[in-house]
């Protein structure tokens, strides 16, 4: 099946791959983030249409909705606009990056989804499903230290999506969570570390594949495909180099013998 599909954090990493992957696959897409330079340098390169939304803002994601319902159907929505600030203990860690890392992440989440779900119903009447994928990661299933307040985030968001499950059952509506490991993407560790490349760089220092942002765009992209009956409920998707979010392999992946 081919729809509209709405994808936020569009802007960069996995959500522009995924734009990018949807509209190889023939679906129309509705770029969403903050910058819209960058959403319309990707809606002229793929032909996705663009929307400027900031998933923080009741504002915002009211006018989304409002564009969205007068613009057509609705079959698909990647919520994956979210981030990490900081890498600090629990007795350092920033309250403020706390607070953002809840308001994007997790109430984010919570206002597009409530916000498009009349949409996607008319969408799943129409085409007999509809998807809400959700991109959350490991690190809201295994805790890490210094990771505090994203592993909380992350955590609530995997929490809401097991809750959004359970609620829309008995409806053709698809509830899927795609929680990655660590990919290297240009933007996420930067963001984290404030604008610190060196940090950012040595996030991935060696690893012998991390992730890429299209490894999880056909994750999500693949889960949308599914037949209607086949809902995946969590992907997790690591590079080979990591067994955990506190255990990754530096330097080349060698068979170990004897
Ligand atoms: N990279 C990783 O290792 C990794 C691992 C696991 C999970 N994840 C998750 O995957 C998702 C995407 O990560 P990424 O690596 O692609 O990071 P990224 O390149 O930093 O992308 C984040 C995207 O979210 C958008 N965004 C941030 N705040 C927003 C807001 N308030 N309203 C609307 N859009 C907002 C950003 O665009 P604007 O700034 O233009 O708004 C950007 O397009 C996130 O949820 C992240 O937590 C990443």
Same mark, same amino acid.
């Given at each position: 099946?081919?729809?509209?599909?709405?994808?936020?954090?569009?802007?960069?990493?996995?959500?522009?791959?995924?734009?990018?992957?949807?509209?190889?696959?023939?679906?129309?897409?509705?770029?969403?983030?903050?910058?819209?330079?960058?959403?319309?340098?990707?809606?002229?390169?793929?032909?996705?249409?663009?929307?400027?939304?900031?998933?923080?803002?009741?504002?915002?994601?009211?006018?989304?909705?409002?564009?969205?319902?007068?613009?057509?159907?609705?079959?698909?929505? %990647?919520?994956?606009?979210?981030?990490?600030?900081?890498?600090?203990?629990?007795?350092?860690?920033?309250?403020?990056?706390?607070?953002?890392?809840?308001?994007?992440?997790?109430?984010?989440?919570?206002?597009?989804?409530?916000?498009?779900?009349?949409?996607?119903?008319?969408?799943?009447? #129409?085409?007999?499903?509809?998807?809400? %994928?959700?991109?959350?990661?490991?690190?809201?299933?295994?805790?890490?230290?210094?990771?505090?307040?994203?592993?909380?985030?992350?955590?609530?968001?995997?929490?809401?999506?097991?809750?959004?499950?359970?609620?829309?059952?008995?409806?053709?509506?698809?509830?899927?969570?795609?929680?990655?490991?660590?990919?290297?993407?240009?933007?996420?560790?930067?963001?984290?570390?404030?604008?610190?490349? #060196?940090?950012?760089?040595?996030?991935?220092?060696?690893?012998?594949?991390?992730?890429?942002?299209?490894? %999880?765009?056909?994750?999500?992209?693949?889960?949308?495909?599914?037949?209607?009956?086949?809902?995946?409920?969590?992907?997790?998707?690591?590079?080979?180099?990591?067994?955990?979010?506190?255990?990754?392999?530096?330097?080349?992946?060698?068979?170990?013998?004897?």
């Amino acid at each position: 099946m081919v729809g509209r599909v709405v994808v936020t954090g569009a802007s960069s990493g996995i959500g522009a791959a995924t734009v990018r992957l949807f509209r190889d696959r023939g679906w129309d897409v509705v770029a969403v983030a903050r910058r819209e330079d960058r959403l319309r340098e990707l809606a002229a390169r793929t032909g996705a249409t663009w929307f400027r939304a900031d998933v923080t803002s009741d504002g915002d994601v009211a006018a989304l909705r409002a564009h969205v319902e007068s613009t057509g159907g609705l079959h698909a929505l %990647v919520n994956n606009a979210g981030g990490a600030f900081g890498l600090d203990t629990v007795e350092a860690g920033s309250v403020d990056d706390w607070q953002r890392m809840f308001d994007v992440n997790v109430l984010g989440t919570k206002r597009v989804t409530a916000a498009l779900l009349p949409s996607l119903r008319e969408g799943a009447e #129409e085409a007999g499903i509809a998807d809400v %994928v959700t991109v959350t990661s490991i690190a809201g299933h295994v805790a890490y230290e210094n990771g505090g307040g994203y592993v909380a985030a992350k955590s609530a968001e995997h929490a809401l999506v097991a809750v959004l499950r359970l609620e829309l059952a008995g409806e053709p509506i698809r509830v899927v969570e795609i929680a990655p490991g660590m990919v290297r993407t240009d933007e996420f560790s930067l963001v984290r570390f404030g604008g610190d490349q #060196e940090r950012a760089d040595a996030v991935y220092a060696d690893v012998d594949g991390p992730l890429v942002a299209e490894d %999880v765009a056909e994750s999500i992209v693949h889960a949308v495909g599914l037949p209607r009956h086949v809902n995946l409920d969590l992907v997790t998707v690591k590079p080979v180099a990591q067994a955990a979010t506190y255990k990754v392999a530096r330097g080349p992946l060698t068979v170990r013998r004897g």
